[in-house]
């Protein structure tokens, strides 16, 4: 394989699984139209909760870790192009953290909510990843070593914090709420937002990616990649296993449930919100994973399409659900109370499929006009 093909393989198995994280996305989306009767509570109720709805809930959960170190790993891949430096590299991060930022307050919670000025301003996984985006734009500057035991402090200390709370009427309530403390935060004007995916574990998660940036040089064969990217996803699974059979630091704790099908329910049930050291582990392990097995392969090149234009995807698929389940409610009517609602789980899965059917089109020719048309500056923030 010539250097030309191994970079365009190491950029595609990328790709590829940044689309199949998109794609698991689009379900967990569907559900949150779709299936709102049934909502999923975090940690899940496996009181109340069918095992066919929480493992589907349990898939979306690789999607935000994988994306987010994906994203500190392509910053990266980005400033080791030629003649990129991390001085570049910094102006695009702090460029499109901003953009993303504001992506989430306009665009983003007005797909959800179809009102102006929304009720509640939700600040999830597009805005962390925004801060994140900044605040990795500062410490790629740090030596190498001090980016891998930072970023492996945030993720694996971070729970350590989990008894810190401040009141509202505290000056640390909202950058703590923003951080750490996943809360509710009132800014006037009859304003109110919710910290749904508080920051700083997810500061850890891209710095992480963007520590594991070396593995992806040219001068490391896909081999050696594989192995290594094989040897830390296996070993973060067993210090997952370790930690929720201790049953101590890093998650709440667990108990059996009444059936061995209930136990691996309860033994899989992590926290997202923040996610737990736990939660990343046993994440981030099969993420690594997937992509050791997703470098080794061709396989999936159509998922290259839909990860090469993430932001892309992100936004249509919000917009044609939501504007999808509103035909739905006022053309069939309620059928769930108030509400218009799927009745099936596997349900669920169709019409994602469906979904992601008819984006692939369109993702297709927008990650090709990136491509082709790398002049046009507004296009790589897509």
Same mark, same amino acid.
Not at 46 to 55: D, G, I, N, W
Not at 60 to 75: E, I, K, R
Not at 174 to 193: C, E, K, T, Y
Not at 210 to 229: D, N
């Given at each position: 394989m010539t250097s030309l093909a191994q970079s365009l393989h190491r950029w595609s198995s990328i790709d590829r699984l940044r689309g199949a994280v998109m794609a698991l996305m689009a379900v967990d989306h569907v559900r949150e139209f779709f299936f709102l009767h049934q909502q999923v509570a975090d940690p899940m109720?496996?009181?109340?909760?069918?095992?066919?709805?929480?493992?589907?809930?349990?898939?979306?959960?690789?999607?935000?870790?994988?994306?987010?170190?994906?994203?500190?790993?392509?910053?990266?891949l980005r400033g080791s192009r030629p003649g990129g430096s991390r001085r570049d590299t910094a102006v695009f991060l702090a460029q499109r953290g901003a953009i993303l930022i504001g992506l989430e307050l306009t665009l983003v919670n007005f797909a959800w909510t179809f009102s102006l000025p929304p009720p509640m301003i939700y600040l999830q996984v597009i805005w962390a990843i925004g801060l994140s985006m900044l605040a990795l734009a500062a410490l790629i500057y740090l030596p190498r070593p001090l980016q891998w035991a930072l970023a492996l402090l945030i993720i694996a200390g971070h729970n350590a914090l989990d008894g810190l709370h401040f009141r509202p009427d505290e000056a640390a309530f909202?950058?703590?709420?923003?951080?750490?403390?996943?809360?509710?935060?009132?800014?006037?004007?009859?304003?109110?937002?919710r910290s749904s995916y508080p920051v700083l574990p997810w500061i850890?998660?891209?710095?992480?990616?963007?520590?594991?940036?070396?593995?992806?040089?040219?001068?490391?064969? #896909?081999?050696?990649?594989?192995?290594?990217?094989? %040897? =830390? *996803? &296996? !070993? +973060? $699974?067993?210090? @997952?296993?370790?930690?929720?059979?201790?049953?101590?630091?890093?998650?709440?704790?667990?108990?059996?449930?009444?059936?061995?099908?209930?136990?691996?329910?309860?033994?899989?049930?992590?926290?997202?919100?923040?996610? #737990?050291?736990?939660?990343?582990?046993?994440?981030? %392990? =099969? *993420? &690594? !994973? +997937? $992509?050791?097995? @997703?470098?080794?392969?061709?396989?999936?090149?159509?998922?290259?399409?839909?990860?090469?234009?993430?932001?892309?995807?992100?936004?249509?698929?919000?917009?044609?659900?939501?504007?999808?389940?509103?035909?739905?409610?006022?053309?069939?009517?309620?059928?769930?109370?108030?509400?218009? *609602? &799927?009745?099936?789980?596997?349900?669920?899965?169709?019409?994602?499929?469906?979904?992601?059917?008819?984006?692939?089109?369109?993702?297709?020719?927008f990650a090709r006009v990136k491509r082709n048309k790398p002049s046009v500056r507004w296009l790589r923030y897509f």
């Open positions: 109720n496996l009181a109340s909760t069918s095992p066919e709805l929480f493992f589907t809930r349990l898939c979306s959960h690789f999607c935000a870790p994988v994306f987010v170190l994906l994203t500190g790993l392509s910053a990266w909202i950058p703590w709420a923003i951080l750490h403390d996943r809360s509710v935060m009132l800014l006037g004007w009859g304003l109110r937002a850890g998660v891209m710095l992480l990616g963007y520590a594991l940036g070396p593995l992806y040089s040219t001068q490391v064969a #896909s081999r050696s990649r594989r192995a290594w990217l094989t %040897g =830390l *996803g &296996l !070993l +973060a $699974l067993l210090g @997952f296993g370790v930690l929720r059979q201790l049953n101590g630091y890093g998650d709440h704790a667990w108990v059996p449930g009444a059936s061995p099908l209930h136990t691996l329910m309860a033994f899989l049930n992590v926290t997202k919100y923040p996610p #737990s050291l736990q939660f990343l582990l046993l994440t981030l %392990g =099969l *993420g &690594l !994973l +997937a $992509l050791a097995l @997703f470098e080794r392969t061709a396989w999936g090149s159509a998922l290259a399409d839909i990860g090469g234009a993430p932001m892309f995807f992100y936004l249509v698929h919000l917009y044609l659900l939501h504007l999808l389940h509103w035909v739905l409610l006022h053309q069939v009517g309620p059928n769930h109370g108030d509400r218009f *609602g &799927l009745d099936e789980v596997w349900q669920i899965w169709a019409l994602a499929a469906g979904v992601v059917a008819v984006l692939y089109g369109p993702c297709r020719w």
